[in-house]
Protein backbone atom coordinates (compact mmCIF):
# COMPACT_ATOMS: atom_id res chain seq x y z
CA UNK A 1 0.00 0.00 0.00
CA UNK A 2 2.64 2.35 0.98
CA UNK A 3 4.83 1.52 -2.71
CA UNK A 4 1.05 2.19 -4.20
CA UNK A 5 1.38 6.00 -2.57
CA UNK A 6 4.66 6.49 -3.49
CA UNK A 7 4.28 5.61 -6.75
CA UNK A 8 1.41 7.69 -7.18
CA UNK A 9 2.78 10.78 -5.30
CA UNK A 10 5.81 10.53 -7.50
CA UNK A 11 3.53 10.58 -10.83
CA UNK A 12 1.70 13.12 -9.72
CA UNK A 13 4.57 15.04 -8.80
CA UNK A 14 6.09 14.36 -12.82
CA UNK A 15 2.48 15.11 -14.04
CA UNK A 16 2.92 18.92 -12.03
CA UNK A 17 6.41 19.67 -12.99
CA UNK A 18 5.41 18.78 -16.58
CA UNK A 19 2.32 21.72 -16.15
CA UNK A 20 5.05 24.02 -15.02
CA UNK A 21 7.25 23.48 -17.91
CA UNK A 22 4.65 23.66 -20.07
CA UNK A 23 3.27 27.06 -18.37
CA UNK A 24 6.66 28.89 -18.46
CA UNK A 25 7.04 28.06 -21.49
CA UNK A 26 3.86 29.46 -22.54
CA UNK A 27 4.95 33.06 -20.92
CA UNK A 28 7.88 32.98 -22.44
CA UNK A 29 6.88 32.69 -25.36
CA UNK A 30 4.21 35.22 -25.31
CA UNK A 31 7.25 38.01 -23.75
CA UNK A 32 8.92 37.30 -27.02
CA UNK A 33 5.76 37.72 -29.29
CA UNK A 34 5.04 40.79 -27.23
CA UNK A 35 8.53 42.37 -27.79
CA UNK A 36 8.67 41.52 -31.48
CA UNK A 37 5.15 42.50 -31.35
CA UNK A 38 5.80 46.04 -31.63
CA UNK A 39 8.71 46.43 -34.24
CA UNK A 40 6.75 44.39 -36.46
CA UNK A 41 3.46 46.51 -35.65
CA UNK A 42 5.39 49.65 -36.30
CA UNK A 43 7.32 48.19 -39.55
CA UNK A 44 3.34 47.49 -40.67
CA UNK A 45 2.17 50.70 -39.69
CA UNK A 46 4.49 52.53 -42.38
CA UNK A 47 4.75 50.12 -45.20
CA UNK A 48 0.27 50.55 -45.07
CA UNK A 49 0.16 53.55 -43.18
CA UNK A 50 -2.33 52.16 -40.85
CA UNK A 51 -2.95 53.67 -37.57
CA UNK A 52 -2.78 57.30 -39.44
CA UNK A 53 1.56 56.48 -39.72
CA UNK A 54 2.39 58.53 -42.68
CA UNK A 55 4.92 57.86 -45.13
CA UNK A 56 8.46 58.42 -45.84
CA UNK A 57 9.64 59.22 -49.28
CA UNK A 58 12.80 60.65 -51.06
CA UNK A 59 11.58 62.39 -53.84
CA UNK A 60 9.20 65.34 -54.70
CA UNK A 61 5.53 64.61 -56.29
CA UNK A 62 5.51 64.97 -59.78
CA UNK A 63 1.80 65.40 -60.33
CA UNK A 64 -0.18 68.84 -58.61
CA UNK A 65 -3.75 68.39 -58.26
CA UNK A 66 -5.76 72.01 -58.93
CA UNK A 67 -7.47 71.14 -55.89
CA UNK A 68 -6.88 72.71 -52.74
CA UNK A 69 -6.44 70.35 -48.94
CA UNK A 70 -5.99 71.93 -45.42
CA UNK A 71 -3.18 70.50 -43.44
CA UNK A 72 -3.22 71.19 -39.48
CA UNK A 73 -0.76 70.93 -37.12
CA UNK A 74 -0.72 69.71 -33.71
CA UNK A 75 1.67 69.81 -30.82
CA UNK A 76 2.14 67.88 -27.59
CA UNK A 77 5.16 66.94 -25.48
CA UNK A 78 4.42 63.42 -22.92
CA UNK A 79 6.02 61.93 -19.69
CA UNK A 80 7.02 65.51 -17.93
CA UNK A 81 9.22 66.44 -20.94
CA UNK A 82 10.21 70.24 -20.14
CA UNK A 83 9.94 71.42 -23.27
CA UNK A 84 7.72 74.28 -25.05
CA UNK A 85 6.77 72.38 -28.28
CA UNK A 86 4.45 74.31 -30.79
CA UNK A 87 4.20 74.28 -34.72
CA UNK A 88 5.24 77.75 -36.30
CA UNK A 89 2.11 77.62 -38.45
CA UNK A 90 -1.11 76.52 -37.10
CA UNK A 91 -2.36 75.36 -40.81
CA UNK A 92 -0.97 76.01 -44.29
CA UNK A 93 -3.56 75.03 -47.34
CA UNK A 94 -1.79 73.61 -50.45
CA UNK A 95 -2.55 71.88 -53.49
CA UNK A 96 -2.58 68.29 -53.63
CA UNK A 97 0.47 67.18 -54.84
CA UNK A 98 1.76 70.37 -54.17
CA UNK A 99 5.49 70.34 -52.15
CA UNK A 100 5.54 72.11 -48.87
CA UNK A 101 7.32 72.75 -46.08
CA UNK A 102 6.67 74.08 -42.48
CA UNK A 103 8.33 74.07 -39.03
CA UNK A 104 7.64 73.20 -35.59
CA UNK A 105 9.55 75.05 -32.81
CA UNK A 106 11.17 73.44 -29.65
CA UNK A 107 12.72 75.23 -26.18
CA UNK A 108 13.82 73.24 -23.56
CA UNK A 109 12.45 75.02 -20.30
CA UNK A 110 14.32 72.97 -17.83
CA UNK A 111 17.67 74.17 -15.94
CA UNK A 112 19.65 71.04 -17.31
CA UNK A 113 20.20 69.64 -20.78
CA UNK A 114 16.99 67.11 -21.81
CA UNK A 115 16.79 64.75 -24.63
CA UNK A 116 13.34 63.81 -26.33
CA UNK A 117 12.14 61.64 -29.62
CA UNK A 118 9.09 62.34 -31.87
CA UNK A 119 6.29 60.30 -32.59
CA UNK A 120 3.65 60.98 -35.11
CA UNK A 121 0.49 60.61 -37.04
CA UNK A 122 -2.17 61.91 -38.82
CA UNK A 123 -6.38 61.92 -39.07
CA UNK A 124 -8.06 61.31 -40.13
CA UNK A 125 -6.59 57.77 -40.01
CA UNK A 126 -7.22 56.43 -43.39
CA UNK A 127 -4.99 59.27 -44.97
CA UNK A 128 -1.96 58.41 -43.33
CA UNK A 129 -1.02 56.34 -46.49
CA UNK A 130 -1.14 59.47 -48.63
CA UNK A 131 0.35 62.09 -46.35
CA UNK A 132 4.36 61.88 -47.87
CA UNK A 133 7.63 63.01 -45.39
CA UNK A 134 10.23 64.15 -47.63
CA UNK A 135 12.03 65.39 -44.25
CA UNK A 136 11.03 65.64 -41.02
CA UNK A 137 12.73 65.11 -37.43
CA UNK A 138 10.21 62.09 -36.03
CA UNK A 139 11.84 59.15 -34.71
CA UNK A 140 15.36 61.53 -34.13
CA UNK A 141 17.08 62.08 -30.88
CA UNK A 142 17.39 65.64 -30.02
CA UNK A 143 19.10 67.08 -27.39
CA UNK A 144 18.40 70.43 -26.08
CA UNK A 145 20.31 72.83 -23.79
CA UNK A 146 19.20 74.85 -20.92
CA UNK A 147 17.00 77.57 -22.98
CA UNK A 148 17.80 76.56 -26.38
CA UNK A 149 15.43 76.67 -28.89
CA UNK A 150 15.69 74.38 -32.19
CA UNK A 151 13.96 74.89 -35.43
CA UNK A 152 12.34 71.42 -36.92
CA UNK A 153 11.01 71.45 -40.45
CA UNK A 154 9.08 68.89 -42.41
CA UNK A 155 9.07 68.99 -45.79
CA UNK A 156 5.63 67.02 -47.21
CA UNK A 157 2.92 66.90 -50.03
CA UNK A 158 -0.31 64.85 -49.85
CA UNK A 159 -0.41 61.80 -52.56
CA UNK A 160 -2.76 63.29 -55.58
CA UNK A 161 -4.11 59.39 -55.35
CA UNK A 162 -6.15 60.67 -52.04
CA UNK A 163 -8.72 61.29 -54.49
CA UNK A 164 -8.87 58.18 -56.37
CA UNK A 165 -10.04 56.42 -52.54
CA UNK A 166 -13.81 56.40 -51.78
CA UNK A 167 -14.12 57.49 -48.36
CA UNK A 168 -11.38 60.27 -48.60
CA UNK A 169 -12.51 61.52 -52.04
CA UNK A 170 -13.94 64.59 -50.68
CA UNK A 171 -11.70 65.39 -47.65
CA UNK A 172 -10.75 69.24 -47.32
CA UNK A 173 -8.64 68.96 -44.02
CA UNK A 174 -5.83 66.85 -42.42
CA UNK A 175 -3.70 67.09 -39.02
CA UNK A 176 -0.22 66.08 -38.73
CA UNK A 177 0.12 65.41 -35.02
CA UNK A 178 3.51 65.24 -33.33
CA UNK A 179 4.10 63.86 -29.68
CA UNK A 180 7.55 64.34 -28.37
CA UNK A 181 8.57 61.78 -25.58
CA UNK A 182 11.59 62.04 -22.96
CA UNK A 183 14.18 60.17 -23.64
CA UNK A 184 16.00 60.12 -20.06
CA UNK A 185 13.09 59.24 -17.63
CA UNK A 186 14.99 60.25 -14.06
CA UNK A 187 15.61 64.23 -15.84
CA UNK A 188 12.01 64.34 -16.82
CA UNK A 189 10.30 63.45 -13.70
CA UNK A 190 12.32 66.22 -12.08
CA UNK A 191 11.49 67.99 -14.31
CA UNK A 192 7.87 67.56 -14.31
CA UNK A 193 7.51 69.25 -10.86
CA UNK A 194 9.88 72.18 -12.07
CA UNK A 195 7.83 73.32 -15.03
CA UNK A 196 4.56 75.12 -14.23
CA UNK A 197 1.09 73.08 -15.06
CA UNK A 198 0.14 73.10 -18.33
CA UNK A 199 3.82 73.76 -19.81
CA UNK A 200 4.02 70.10 -20.64
CA UNK A 201 1.49 69.68 -23.40
CA UNK A 202 0.78 71.62 -26.06
CA UNK A 203 -1.89 71.35 -28.51
CA UNK A 204 -1.76 73.77 -31.19
CA UNK A 205 -4.18 72.31 -33.55
CA UNK A 206 -7.98 72.27 -32.95
CA UNK A 207 -9.01 69.67 -35.16
CA UNK A 208 -12.79 68.73 -36.47
CA UNK A 209 -10.88 64.80 -37.04
CA UNK A 210 -9.56 64.96 -33.04
CA UNK A 211 -5.77 65.18 -33.56
Do not use: H
Request: aromatic letters at 10%; one cysteine or more.
Amino acid sequence: MSDTKTQLSQAKQRTNRRIAYVCSGFIVGMVGMAYAAVPLYDMFCKVTGYGGTTQRVEQYSQTVLDRDIKVRFDANTAGGLPWEFKPVTRDVTIKIGETTQISYEAKNAFSQPTSGRASFNVTPQLAGAYFMKVECFCFTDTELQPGETMDMPVVFYVDPAIVDVPELRNIQTITLSYTFFPLDQGASQTSAATVPAGRNSNTDADTEFGG
